[in-house]
């Protein structure tokens, strides 16, 4: 039996928990094992364990799976457990391409589709009603908030955060951990570390003191 360890025990992960559980009914070779928090260790939250993540020790049979909604945090645990093996979520309602590809790690949650040739790196969490559109290419570890959309031809980079309905026009592109504020659209390319608002897009910036 394989052992699925969760990192997580606030919103996101009381999402995600059932979300889990819907994709692993059918499935009879994998089990939780445990919750990995930096919180209410010694107690059981849904009846599961919660442990030190200092207690995780590697087997080939056992999974890790972030529902952490920090990016930072998630960076933490990549890279501290960058030699186990990571649980790739996807919800039995998602629509996922036969042309798809999807990295370790992901969560592709509830009414997600993940369009044509898509092509999804390690870590990305694509929450409810989501979607990502054909010819589109993203790294590593970014989060895409609900109803967030990325249409044709778009590249991402990694460790951005995109919040809930934002837009990603066809051909446009972003770099590197930046901030996709909600209901913003990207009609053009941006680089590195912004925090993105409005239609069309800008950069924030706040005001002095």
């Known amino acids: 039996m394989k052992k699925i360890i969760i990192f997580g025990d606030g919103g996101f992960f009381k999402e995600q928990f059932y979300w889990l559980k819907d994709d692993l009914a059918k499935k009879n070779d994998y089990e939780i094992e445990a919750i990995a928090s930096n919180r209410n260790q010694g107690k059981k939250i849904f009846n599961i364990p919660v442990i030190d993540e200092k207690e995780i020790t590697y087997s080939e049979k056992r999974y890790l799976y972030i529902a952490i909604g920090s990016i930072d945090s998630r960076i933490d645990i990549i890279e501290k457990f960058s030699n186990y093996n990571f649980y790739t979520l996807i919800h039995p309602s998602a629509i996922i391409s036969q042309g798809a590809i999807i990295g370790k790690g992901c969560t592709i949650s509830p009414n997600t589709i993940i369009a044509g040739d898509a092509k999804i790196g390690d870590f990305n969490s694509f929450n409810f009603n989501s979607m990502i559109s054909h010819d589109c290419v993203t790294g590593n570890n970014n989060i895409f908030s609900p109803g967030s959309k990325i249409l044709g031809w778009c590249k991402i980079g990694n460790n951005n955060y995109f919040g809930a309905d934002s837009i990603m026009l066809p051909k446009t592109e972003i770099g590197n951990s930046n901030m996709i ?29």
């Open 181 to 209: 504020g909600a209901n913003a659209t990207l009609n053009r390319n941006f680089e590195n570390s912004k925090i993105l608002i409005g239609t069309p897009a800008k950069i924030y910036k706040k005001e002095k003191d």
